[in-house]
């Protein structure tokens, strides 16, 4: 019988010998750290035009694994998703991992795009 417990050890063990860490914190330090782009930024990752890039967000839409999602009537995309397309040649002709390196050079502008908003500075109250 197979130790499951176990063998997720040694696997995550083995995984950690090679580099890998857990994601830590949540969705909005993911958002934070440039995890999600904007579908101009995806496209400028992409070195495509937004159309294309919203093209196949809408047709990856209906499958297991989106390419993004459509928030308030905007896409925003999921970049190692795209990273992982691009690899496979699913946006346009580029494939390969050269093309993966060449977008994720073009990504690492966008790794602090979003910034927690500050709270809105409260009229001060005249003395009186």
């Not at 019988?1 to 890998?20: C, F, P, T, V």
């Not at 989106?66 to 002709?93: H, T, Y």
Request: hydrophobic fraction near 40%; include cysteine; charged fraction near 30%.
């Amino acid at each position: 019988m197979i130790d499951q417990k176990r063998m997720i050890a040694q696997l995550l063990h083995m995984l950690a010998e090679l580099g890998w860490t857990p994601p830590n914190g949540d969705v909005v330090d993911l958002i934070l750290k440039g995890e999600l782009l904007s579908l101009e930024q995806a496209a400028d990752v992409t070195e495509c035009s937004d159309e294309k890039i919203r093209k196949a967000c809408v047709a990856a839409a209906a499958t297991k694994r989106p390419l993004g999602i459509n928030f308030a009537g905007r896409w925003f995309v999921g970049r190692e998703r795209l990273l992982d397309d691009i690899e496979q040649g699913k946006i346009d002709r580029r494939r390969g991992s050269e093309a993966r390196l060449r977008a994720e050079q073009r990504a690492k502008k966008y790794e602090s795009w979003a910034h927690p908003q500050a709270p809105p500075k409260l009229p001060e109250r005249a003395a009186g």
